[in-house]
């Protein structure tokens, strides 16, 4: 039996559309054919047993390590440094896949919720509490940021709940899947510390064994954007015409006027990427920078200010007409930083002007666009270079965590990045 568990917390509704807010509270599905292959016997005793029997076995989490290693990744301004010195150092740490059967289950679980409720793929959390004679299935909810509020946390909460009111939670498992992997910064707890302890006070207090799947590696929430956010155009000009540190920081302390040199950690972490994959091609749109780009343009209205005001209010329309018309430029098409700055110049070039603008004021005009979109494509390539280091950062955060978790924590919790495939016509259905 498939249950869809819709019960609202005390004080907090799930935050859900109106799509999916007509979901019937109580709909069970009959017919779901659980799967057992990878049932592992479990520990299903109350508190003091439990901690027994790991003590004879030898299998008892050290609440006091993991208390340890959670306080080392709560301290966010060394582990974003260990993440540094781990890129630098060029080890390799493997991938964080969970495994085969485990990857399955959450496909499976998650096209149906997707049947259900829509897919999505902004940040949102659902849960499956497996148990022998039914599934319960809880969510998706999605964070309330004004109110502090991630997605995990209506998860943590609600899964807490029905293990204390589901009954005898023999042989149990959670499966809590998350669409970013869940947080390591955060002004109150993180999600990922409180998901683990809470993962290890499940199985020490009901025997149940967590697994924890995602889709995209978050990291440091907060913090992973100011990790490279002075790599600028001009920085990646000194990084690539630099063989080490000390050349980088000779060539940074002529050529950059109002910058820094950049710290000797993120030097070679950005020197390692522009050598090992050269960006060739990269996109001028993103779906944050799509307003940003326009402004790149609309800044040529300062560069007329000074002019009389009947020249002002022509070029101010000219301005107005260029931006409009330079709108094909920026397709989805990929292109290299040297195509960009040529199809701009081609561009202008052949733009027609209105008769009002005419003689030196075409000329300043070109001179002017020429300006705002070279600044433009620039600071585009450095953002794609900065997304991209964010990415790898992020991704090495994850692998570290878990890493270091699971040396203690492997008996009660799984956590890893889920593959979600083409709907298996072999899968269950309900």
Not at 44 to 71: F, H, M, W, Y
Not at 255 to 262: C, M
Not at 387 to 414: G, P, R, S, V, W
Request: aromatic share 10%; hydrophobic share 35%.
């Amino acid at each position: 039996m498939l249950r869809w568990n819709r019960r609202p917390l005390a004080g907090l509704e799930p935050l859900l559309s109106k799509r999916k807010r007509l979901i019937s509270l109580n709909t069970v599905w009959d017919g779901y054919q659980t799967h057992t292959s990878d049932r592992a016997t479990q520990h299903v005793a109350p508190k003091s047993i439990c901690e027994s029997e790991a003590l004879e076995t030898g299998d008892r989490i050290d609440s006091t390590s993991l208390s340890e290693q959670t306080a080392s990744w709560a301290d966010t301004h060394n582990s974003v440094k260990r993440v540094l010195d781990h890129l630098k150092s060029k080890q390799d740490t493997g991938e964080f896949f969970l495994s085969d059967t485990v990857n399955q289950k959450f496909g499976e679980f998650h096209r149906n919720i997707s049947d259900e409720c829509g897919a999505e793929d902004k940040q949102h959390s659902w849960a499956v509490l497996e148990k022998k004679e039914a599934i319960i299935m809880y969510g998706p909810y999605y964070p309330n940021y004004n109110k502090g509020e991630h997605s995990e946390d209506t998860i943590i909460r609600q899964t807490q709940e029905l293990l204390e009111t589901e009954g005898d939670p023999e042989d149990w498992k959670v499966y809590i899947f998350t669409m970013n992997s869940p947080c390591l910064a955060r002004n109150t707890d993180p999600c990922m510390l409180k998901l683990v302890h809470k993962a290890q006070e499940w199985w020490r207090l009901y025997g149940v064994k967590t697994h924890i799947g995602f889709v995209r590696c978050w990291g440091f929430k907060g913090n992973k954007e100011n990790v490279f956010k002075d790599i600028s155009y001009q920085q990646v000009e000194c990084i690539n015409q630099s063989e080490d540190f000390k050349s980088y920081v000779q060539t940074a302390e002529k050529a950059l006027t109002d910058a820094d040199p950049l710290c000797e950690a993120v030097f070679c972490v950005a020197k390692r990427l522009l050598k090992s994959e050269p960006v060739k091609e990269f996109p001028l749109t993103t779906t944050v920078q799509k307003q940003d780009r326009k402004s790149y343009c609309k800044s040529m209205h300062t560069k007329f200010e000074s002019k009389p005001e009947d020249e002002r209010k022509v070029l101010t329309q000219e301005v107005r007409r260029v931006t409009e018309a330079a709108e094909v430029l920026l397709s989805d098409q990929t292109g290299s930083l040297e195509e960009y700055l040529e199809r701009g110049s081609r561009f202008i070039l052949g733009h027609s002007f209105a008769s009002q603008v005419c003689g030196t004021l075409q000329d300043e005009m070109r001179l002017a666009f020429q300006q705002c979109w070279t600044e433009m494509v620039q600071d585009m390539y450095a953002e794609f270079i900065r997304e991209k280091l964010t990415e790898d950062f992020n991704h090495c955060t994850i692998q570290l965590f878990i890493q270091d978790i699971l040396k203690i924590t492997a008996e009660c919790l799984q956590i890893g990045k889920v593959e979600l495939s083409e709907e298996d016509p072999n899968a269950f259905r309900f």
